[in-house]
């Protein structure tokens, strides 16, 4: 099954934008992969799905300034206008042959 | 509106069992699969097991099979988690989350399991 690479931490600055990036072990390119985003204390919100083509959709009420894109192995999650509400856990997750996976998440500080 | 309310959650001995509910709304339950995820404290999410729709399998990670047993209720809306020869490290916050085409496209508020002697 798949193995799902986060980076631990990132940090970015109030109004600024953020890229982060889950990546997918080898052979297994073409997965769709659900982005979420979890803010202290709370349950994990679906952010959106994203696509081996690039293409991604996003769950209801899911701001603007959250978009998705791929390359290769690689999911992103993007951030624009960086408000002191995205400080939060983002985990990514797919399916594979009867198993699901998630990334070990990656915390986000907005400076 | 999508709504999945989870219960049953409470505090139990190492050995005991649970079993957990979640209630769901909002949308045609039948034919989605379902999910429980769980969070022990100050980690990372971590998938326990899934049920397909319509009457199909069930899944379960290797963390818990021969352990854990789900089910679900279609005529209710529910979905089920019995938990049985509780440990210690099945402390953690139960999610329920409906699935999508391979991903997870909603959660629940969860519900807290600590087991303790």
Known sequence: QPVLTQSSSASASLGSSVKLTCTLSSGHSSKIIGWHQQQPGMAPRFLMKVEGSGNYNKGSGVPDRFSGSSSGTDRYLTISNLQSEDEADYYCETW???TRVFGGGTKLTVL | ??????????????????????????????????????QAPGKGLEW???ISGAGGGTFYADSVRGRITTARDDSKNTFLLQMDSLRAD????????????????????????????
């Open chain 1, 96 to 98: 594979d042959t009867n």
């Open chain 2, 90 to 117: 099945d402390t953690a916050v139960y999610y329920c989350a409906r699935g999508a085409d391979g991903y997870l496209d909603s959660w629940g508020q969860g519900t807290l399991v600590t087991v303790s002697s």
């Open chain 2, 1 to 38: 509106e999508v709504q999945l309310v989870e219960s049953g959650g409470g505090f139990v001995q190492p050995g005991g069992s649970l079993r957990l509910s979640c209630a769901a709304s909002g949308f045609t339950f039948s034919i989605y699969g379902m999910n429980w995820v769980r």
């Open chain 2, 48 to 50: 326990v097991s899934g």
